[in-house]
C-alpha cells in the first residue's frame, strides 16, 4: 500500500491529452512539500521528469506539465506519443517518515 | 557529464552478504546525498533512506532499519548499499539517486540499477 495513491494504469489515443492524478494527506503533499514526478521506461531507470510540482529539467518537453493544490498533484501529457508509454511515480516527502514517499505508479498505454 | 554507474548484476543464495556500490562522477561527491530505493519484480519504487558521503550522516526508511547499512568511501566517490545475510525476499532491483538535501528533495540522477536476485 502506498502512501501516494495513483491510478494504476491510463491510456489515449496519440496525440491526445492524459491526466495521472496523485493523492496524498497532511504529512506529505498537505504539509506543503513538493511533488516530483517520474517517469521509467520499460527495462530502464526511473528519470526525472518533474520536479518542484511544476519545473521541467533541462531536455523535458514542455508536453509535460505538473500541477498541485492541497493535498494532491496531476502530471497532465499533452501531445501523446507512442514514446510515452511507460510507468510513471510520483514522490514527496513525508513528515512522519522523515523520507521520500511514493506513489504506486501509474502504467500509461498508448492506444 | 553527471553519472552515477553501479556495480553489476548479483545471484546470491539466502544467508549470504552483499555489498553494491554505486560510484558518482561528474560533480562534487561529498555535496550531494546518495538515495537507495528497492524495486522488487513487477512493482513499484520505495525509499530505503539516504546517506551524506560529505560526512556519512544516514538516514533509513523504518521498512529497512536494521536489515540494510549505507556506507561511503569518499576518496573513490563510491556509496554502498549492503546486506549480512540475504533473504530470498531481497530480490530485487536497487537504485541509487542523487540528490541536494535531505528533506524536501528529489533525484535528479539515478544509476541504472543493480539487479540483486537471492535463491537456494
Known amino acids: 500500500q502506498s502512501v501516494l495513491t495513483q491510478p494504476p494504469s491510463v491510456s489515449g489515443a496519440p496525440g491526445q491529452r492524459v491526466t495521472i492524478s496523485c493523492t496524498g494527506s497532511?504529512?506529505?503533499?498537505?504539509?506543503?512539500?513538493?511533488v516530483h514526478w517520474y517517469q521509467q521506461l520499460p527495462g530502464t531507470a526511473p528519470k526525472l521528469l518533474i520536479y518542484?510540482?511544476?519545473k521541467r529539467p533541462s531536455g523535458v518537453p514542455d508536453r509535460f506539465s505538473g500541477s498541485k493544490s492541497a493535498t494532491s498533484a496531476s502530471l497532465a501529457i499533452t501531445g501523446l506519443q507512442a514514446e510515452d508509454e511507460a510507468e510513471y511515480y510520483c514522490q514527496s516527502y513525508d513528515s512522519s517518515l522523515s523520507g521520500w514517499v511514493f506513489g504506486g505508479g501509474t502504467k500509461l498505454t498508448v492506444l | 557529464e553527471v553519472q552515477l554507474v553501479q556495480s553489476g548484476v548479483e545471484v546470491k543464495k539466502p544467508g549470504e552478504s552483499l555489498k553494491i556500490s554505486c560510484k558518482g562522477s561528474g560533480y562534487s561527491f561529498t555535496s550531494y546525498w546518495i538515495a537507495w530505493v528497492r524495486q522488487m519484480p513487477g512493482k513499484g519504487l520505495e525509499w530505503m533512506g539516504i546517506i551524506y558521503p560529505g560526512d556519512s550522516d544516514t538516514r533509513y526508511s523504518p521498512s529497512f532499519q536494521g536489515q540494510v547499512t549505507f556506507s561511503a568511501d569518499r576518496s573513490i566517490s563510491t556509496a554502498y548499499l549492503q546486506w549480512n545475510s540475504l533473504k530470498a525476499s531481497d530480490t530485487a532491483m536497487y537504485y541509487c539517486?542523487?540528490?541536494?538535501?535531505?528533506?524536501?528533495?528529489?533525484?535528479?540522477?539515478w544509476g541504472q540499477g543493480t539487479l540483486v536476485t537471492v535463491s537456494s
Open positions: 539517486a542523487r540528490l541536494l538535501t535531505s528533506r524536501n528533495d528529489y533525484g535528479d540522477y
Open positions: 518542484g510540482n511544476s
Open positions: 497532511s504529512s506529505n503533499i498537505g504539509a506543503r512539500y513538493d
